[in-house]
């Protein structure tokens, strides 16, 4: 595969994983009326489906998310102003916050984020190319139901306002990126979102990685009619773009090309785990299928990749 060809691929990646913020049709969130009483609050809603998946949290303290996407919990508001619910993503780390204010109320309508849900606020999680500066593009459905937003303190809101999109260039050394987003109704959203750097030589240990991808997937073929095996090079990185160290790596072939299957391994220093492929009889002068699972504690990817088997003269 051609370098092109692959930041392509890495960059179709990351537009699928990351999801809109809200969308004008379905929100990301939809809240149930929240009651405070004797220092706690219980908060009720529902995610909407381009948030599958993700973990809520409120003022930190994480909620039951079923499978169809509603939560409920109650948490401790002593000494605090607001309520902070957080929708992450595991896979891409990006996280958004919405701030609601309790202080003096015994009931708070779950129409109360509904000017940010309505403003349709989105980020595309922005991607680092090597000499140049971070491109950061986002889009609003409605900008008339904000007053205010900035990226990395960058004021946006006439852009947002004038149109349905809005873009800044912040330093290639960019790290993080947030949108802050605030509604007429005195509450606020914040977006939280890693640079992704596709070429980064970082590494990270399995534990500490946020989400897992399968970067690359190489074959290599030299001597496998003499040793009946092909190695098979696994590289695997983080939503940031990091190497992962000590991810389990597992490997199955499809149609019983395979004479044993291998033994799952562990990613190495440089985010890389090599499998010898012991192949069958009825392999050679065939295209060999494998399916190839990566993991770490917290997440799984998977993909599906292939090489043909040189045939016996």
Do not use: C
Not at 30 to 51: D, K, R
Not at 83 to 100: E, M, N
Not at 209 to 228: D, E, P
Not at 281 to 286: L, V, W
């Amino acid at each position: 595969m051609s370098s092109k060809h692959g930041w392509t691929i890495g960059i179709l990646m990351v537009l699928v994983l990351v999801p809109a913020a809200a969308s004008s049709s379905q929100p990301l969130v939809s809240l149930g009326a929240i009651t405070v009483a004797n220092g706690t609050a219980t908060v009720t809603g529902a995610l909407g489906s381009q948030a599958a998946g993700s973990k809520v949290t409120v003022n930190g303290q994480p909620l039951a998310v079923n499978s169809s996407g509603t939560f409920a919990g109650t948490v401790g508001v002593n000494g605090s102003d607001s309520l902070d619910l957080a929708i992450s993503q595991p896979a891409t780390a990006v996280a958004t916050h919405f701030q609601i204010p309790v202080q003096g109320q015994a009931v708070i309508p779950g129409s109360v984020i509904d000017s940010l849900t309505q403003a349709g606020l989105s980020l595309v999680q922005p991607i680092a190319k090597p000499g140049q500066p971070v491109t950061v593009n986002g889009t609003v459905a409605d900008g008339s139901q904000l007053v205010g937003v900035s990226v990395n303190g960058v004021d946006l809101l006439q852009q947002a306002q004038q149109g349905d999109s809005f873009t800044v260039e912040l330093p290639g050394d960019t790290g993080q990126v947030q949108v802050n987003a605030s509604g007429v109704n005195g509450t606020s959203e914040v977006i939280d979102a890693p640079v992704f750097r596709p070429f980064s030589t970082s590494t990270v240990s399995a534990r500490n990685a946020v989400g897992i991808r399968i970067a690359k997937i190489r074959y290599i073929r030299k001597g496998v009619l003499r040793t009946h095996r092909i190695r098979m090079v696994v590289t695997v990185r983080d939503s940031r773009g990091r190497l992962i160290r000590g991810a389990t790596i597992r490997v199955t072939a499809n149609g019983h090309k395979l004479a044993r299957r291998p033994h799952a391994t562990r990613s190495g220093a440089k985010g890389r785990a090599t499998i010898a492929l012991r192949v069958s009889p009825s392999a050679y002068g065939k295209r060999l299928v494998t399916v190839t699972v990566a993991s770490t504690p917290h997440a799984k990817a998977r993909k599906r990749s292939s090489v043909r088997v040189p045939a016996k003269h």
